[in-house]
């Protein structure tokens, strides 16, 4: 019913930028909540940032605020996320989710989510 499918990553030196886009096949109601997480070799997976479809409020976690953006485009059912100044520890999988409410750090609340995208980030 419904698929979401991410692109943008890649190699990236230090303090470089990336775009990474997830579009959403489907119909994506106003109530949804768009997130994107990571996953670092070894590590669990990370809450990073997401928007509230309908009002377009967004959160962050702390390690990346100031250097990420999250924004959708409606009329394209695509979330977008711009990573600026990236770091070494950026390094991750990433992946688009999509939850109709409930905590927006908590990867088991979200019900939908992509195959993931490759993110490296050089020293």
């Known amino acids: 019913q419904v698929q979401l499918v991410e692109s943008g990553g890649g190699l990236v030196q230090a303090g470089g930028s990336l775009r990474l886009s997830c579009a959403v096949s489907?119909?994506?109601?106003?109530?949804?909540?768009m997130g994107w997480f990571r996953q670092a070799p070894g590590k669990d997976l990370e809450f990073v940032a997401a928007?509230?479809?309908?009002?377009?409020?967004?959160y962050y976690t702390d390690s990346v605020k100031g250097r990420f953006t999250i924004s959708r485009d409606n009329a394209k059912n695509t979330v977008y996320l711009q990573m600026n100044s990236l770091k070494p520890e950026d390094t991750a999988v990433y992946y688009c989710?999509?939850?109709?409410?409930?905590?927006?750090?908590?990867?088991?609340?979200?019900?939908?989510w992509g195959q993931g995208t490759q993110v490296t980030v050089s020293s």
């Open positions: 489907g119909r994506i109601f106003s109530s949804y909540r």
């Open positions: 989710a999509v939850q109709n409410g409930g905590w927006y750090t908590r990867p088991r609340e979200y019900e939908y």
């Open positions: 928007i509230n479809w309908g009002d377009g409020s967004t």
